[in-house]
Structures are given as structure tokens and as C-alpha cells.
RNA sequence: GGCGCUAUCGUCUAGCCUGGUCCAGGACGCCGCCCUCUCACGGCGGAAACAGGAGUUCAAAUCUCCUUAGCGCUACCA
């Protein structure tokens, strides 16, 4: 009797930002689904989008995952059989396989332009039809190709998907799950740039690494059926499937960074420990057989049991996470522990050699030095709301922002500032005093405004007083996280006032924004 | 709009597969009391849920169907 193969599982975060919170998630039913077999789990950066994809965010996802302290087995930092573990180092790989599913009549040359693409799925959108590609260019006759091909026309590479019948699926929480095949579109496999899609990618990569089974989050569940065809046009034997339910936001809405920190790295600034937070995501949607709710890592792989997954999708409760952190704090801590914690996290001369610098031009005595950059440690300042409003602002130029038809009330003016400054931030790439910098300078600017008076509301929303250190040093220190999740704050802090942007400001505002910053990211 | 997934206290969940032991158990949060030099911790107690409707059955939170709602997907993003 053939002995059974090993379990692999695989993690694919693609580097496009911050390490979200749901790639731990999904982290942690990978592995302990594979440990509990005795298996390994792979890391795979997904970096096949060249307009997202940075370095940099690389680096904070393998950093932030290491933080919490699950290991995997093989991945980019730590090698391995399979390697290599980055897609972006695996294309020839993508482009060889697409080639065999061209020669097999598999897949084909599309030349629509997105422009073309747009227009059409526009007009079927109109018609109320489905929006998928239309398979214009499915059945070119091979002259129109080869002029196309003469003239150096840009093309993909789709894959043919059959247009009746429907798509078995077998998930393993869920048992069988049928998708009729016309809801299926052509999918691009190659882009216009050589790169491949996920879809093609993950088929690859999860076959060549010899993947056994696939948990992820259930927003996939719809283009599986384009991943099984792929593993039959190939000739392959298809991983299992488990779809995993999506984190949520208060609202029920997936979890997103517009109405909850998603941010690994926030988290582990505002005070929570790795444990303390991966034994949390362990409650969401999964509990251990005896229901106990403190438990490790390793006690989870122990008791691992897919039977007890349940398939709602589980509210993120910060609350609640507060609530058991503050259980290892108290309960699995010694003082001297304790002290080891608090400088491991940022309590430590590192810190503090940034910091000083910003006091000791200000300090007449030692004992000035604590306690104003105690907010560099905090996760939420307090002040009242109303101390962010100043009595009026001082237009400086001629004629006012576009949105604004009249002098406008200083509490609606503070608050789109911050908005503005929110869509800003996002464009920096590095997050760096002078970037920072430049763009208050920026906004004064267009707004009309001194800087002075654009910078003010900010080092209450950031410091939690109207006198702290530089404001952009302060922020480049405190880091994107932590400065976005302040001002988002003051911005929730003022509409609790009664200073909402209404809808209707807040379209003609972006309208505005767009027009005089370009478009948002 | 189309397709798919999901559905127990406000939230995380137990129970569902293998109907009766469930006028539904635990936890967070909330409220009250106790402990106490304050606060917190801790202890005790309370309010709080089987989405709706049909069916199967002696019996349904548990099985079946329909409805409703929520979410997801519907890109040369993953």
C-alpha cells in the first residue's frame, strides 16, 4: 500500500501594503491544520502585479508574520526545496505552462485594449447582462492574429472555459458546490506585461510545490472553477479545498482598513502580544473541543479538528481581543517578564534615541522628559473634540477650494482637512519626516491655507495637545499605522460633535480632491 | 442584475452530523451586588438569541423545502 503523501499547505500574501490582519488569519488555520498532520506549510509571495507590488511591503509581511510567532517551513527567507518561493522570480516557469495550454488549444490570444474591454462590459452592464469578457477574440481567425502580432499589437493570454454545463467543486467544509460554467468568464492567464495572473500562478506554484490542500478565504470560492479546469487542462491532481470564512468588520462588511486597523503592525504597536492575538484569531470561527478560550499555538495544532470550523463570518471584536490580552498580561507574566515584554516592544533605547531628540531642545529639567512623549506609547490619545476646531481659518488666496461655494464653518473645514490629509498619506510610499512634510505643504497650499494653520488640528489628533514635539518627526516616528488610526480617530471624534462631512460634501469634496491632488489611491 | 456562500444573545460561540437530556450552555461587552485605601483584577447575580414560514415526526435549534437578510465574486488585483 502506497504510503500517504505528506500534508503541505501554503500562505500566498501578496506585498501590496500593509500585512493584513486576515493573511494571519489565514496563516493560522494553514498551519495548524498542516501540523496537526504532521505537515509543512509553505510561504509564497504572490508579487505578480508590478503597478502594487513593493519591496518594502514584503518585508513588513515576512516581519509582521514572524512576529506572531508562526513558523513556516519553507519560504523566501528561509529557503527550501521548492524554491523559488517569490513569483516574480518564477515567470519563465508561468510563461512555459502557458505555452503548453496554448499548443493544446487550451488558451489564446486576446488584443482587446482596456479601454475596448471597459466600453463593452459598460454597455452589457446597461443591458443588465452578465459583465465577464465576452470571448471576443476566443475564435480570431489566424491571419487576423498573425496581422495583430505583425503590428506588435499588445495582447493576453485567456483561457478557454467551456460556456455549458456546470463546475463541480468539492470544498471540504461545505461538500459540493455547483457553478454553472456560463458565469464563468475567459480568464486572462498572461497579462500584457508577462506576468501571469493569480489564477495561473497559484495553479502553477501550488502543483510545482506540491501542494495537498488550499485554505483561504471564501471570496475565492467563485473562481475556483477556472483553478480546476486549469488542473485538468494540465493533466494534474487538484489540491483540496477548504474555504475559510472572511473576517468582518462591526458592520458585517469585510474586514477593511477604511473601518478597522487591518494593520499586523498596528496591532503590535498598540500594546497587543503576538499570542495574545493569534489566540484570538483561533476564537474566530474555530473553537477547541473542551470551548476553552485561552489556549497556544502549539495546544491548537494539538486539538486541530476541522469538524469544529464554523463557516459564519466572524465580527473582528477588539473588545473582546482587548479583553484576553490583558488576561496574558496579568496571568502569564512575571514583572521581570513583563519588563522583557515592554522592551521587546518599544520601550528601549532604540526608541528613545529617536525620541530625544525632539525633547531635548525643549527640556529645562529631567523630569519634563517623560511625560510629553508619552503619546509615542500610546494607542489612542484623549482630548476634547472641540479643542480640534480653532475659531475660524484664514483663507490666504484669492477664491476658495472648488467644493466650497462659501467661507465654510471651521468644524467642517478641520475635518476635511484631516480627510485630505488621509487621501494623501496614502500616496506617500516612504514614510519619512520630509515626505510627511511635504505634503502639509502641499495641502496648505492648495487649500489656501498658512501650514500653520493646516498643521494645528494635527498635533492635537496625533500627540493629544496643542504643544508636543515636530509634528512630522512625531508622525515618522509613530509610523503610517498608528498616525492613520490617530486622525482617523479625530475625524470619528468630530462627527460624534455634530461635524460630519455630509454625502453630498464628501462627493463634492472628492470631486475636488481629484481634480486639484489627482485621483485617490 | 447574475452566480455562490452563510444564518443561535449586540459580539465570539456550544449544541446541529447521530432529532427528545435545551422554556438553549459558556465568554466579551452592559447592568447590579460583594471584596477593597482609589482604580483595576477577582467573586456572585441579572437583562440578552434558535431570521420567518411550510413540511417530516409522537417530538425539531437540530432533518427537508421555500422566503428573507447579510456577505462575497462578477479586473490585464490578489
Known sequence: MSQKPEVRTRIAPSPTGDP??????????????????????????????????????????????????????????????????????RTDLYRSHCQIL???????????????????????????????????CAELPSE??????????????????????????????????????????????????????????????????????????????????????????FGWQMPQLCHLPLLRNPDKSKLSKRKNPTSILYYRQAGFLPEALVNYLGLMGYTLPDEREMFTLQEMVETFDLKRIRLGGPIFDVQKLTWLNGRYIREKHSVDQLLARLTEWFLNDETWKKILPLIQPRAEKLTEILPRPAFFFAD???????????????FQA????????????????????????????????????????????????KEGLKLRDVVKPFFLAISGSPTSTPLFESMAIL????????????LDKLAETGHVISKKKEKALQEHYQKTYGPNI
Open 20 to 89: 493584513h490582519i486576515g493573511t494571519a488569519y489565514m496563516l493560522l488555520f494553514n498551519y495548524a491544520f498542516a501540523k496537526s498532520q504532521r505537515g509543512k506549510v509553505v510561504l509564497r509571495i504572490e508579487d505578480t502585479d508590478q503597478a502594487r507590488c513593493t519591496p518594502e511591503s514584503e518585508t513588513a509581511i515576512l516581519k509582521s508574520l514572524g512576529w506572531l510567532g508562526i513558523q513556516w517551513d519553507e519560504g523566501p527567507d528561509v529557503g527550501g526545496p521548492a524554491g523559488p518561493y517569490r513569483q516574480s522570480e
Open 380 to 394: 489612542m490619545v484623549e482630548y476634547s473634540p472641540e479643542n480640534l476646531v480653532p475659531k475660524s481659518y484664514k
Open 398 to 445: 484669492e477664491t476658495l477650494p472648488a467644493d466650497l461655494d462659501q467661507e465654510p464653518d471651521p468644524g467642517l473645514m478641520t475635518a476635511r482637512l484631516l480627510r485630505i490629509v488621509q487621501w494623501e498619506m496614502e500616496k506617500i510610499r516612504s514614510w519619512k519626516a520630509e515626505a510627511l512634510q511635504q505634503c502639509f505643504v502641499n495641502v496648505a497650499e
Open 144 to 233: 487576423t492574429v498573425q496581422a495583430n502580432l505583425d503590428e506588435a499589437k499588445p495582447f493576453v493570454i485567456r483561457m478557454r472555459t467551456p460556456k455549458s454545463s456546470e463546475c463541480l467543486l468539492q470544498d471540504m467544509l461545505r461538500g459540493e458546490i455547483a457553478i454553472p460554467w456560463e458565469n464563468v468568464d475567459d480568464q486572462v492567464l498572461l497579462k500584457s506585461d508577462g506576468f501571469p495572473t493569480y489564477h495561473l500562478a497559484n495553479v502553477v506554484d501550488d502543483h510545482l510545490m506540491s501542494i495537498t490542500h488550499i485554505f483561504r478565504g471564501e471570496e475565492w470560492i467563485s473562481s475556483a472553477p477556472k483553478h480546476k479546469l486549469l488542473y485538468q487542462y
Open 102 to 136: 496554448m499548443d493544446q488549444g487550451h488558451a489564446y490570444r486576446c488584443f482587446c485594449t482596456p479601454e475596448e474591454l471597459a466600453a463593452r462590459r459598460q454597455e452589457r452592464r446597461e443591458q443588465k447582462q452578465s459583465t465577464g469578457y465576452d470571448g471576443f
Open 479 to 490: 509610523g503610517s499605522d498608528m498616525t492613520r488610526r490617530r486622525i482617523q480617530h479625530a
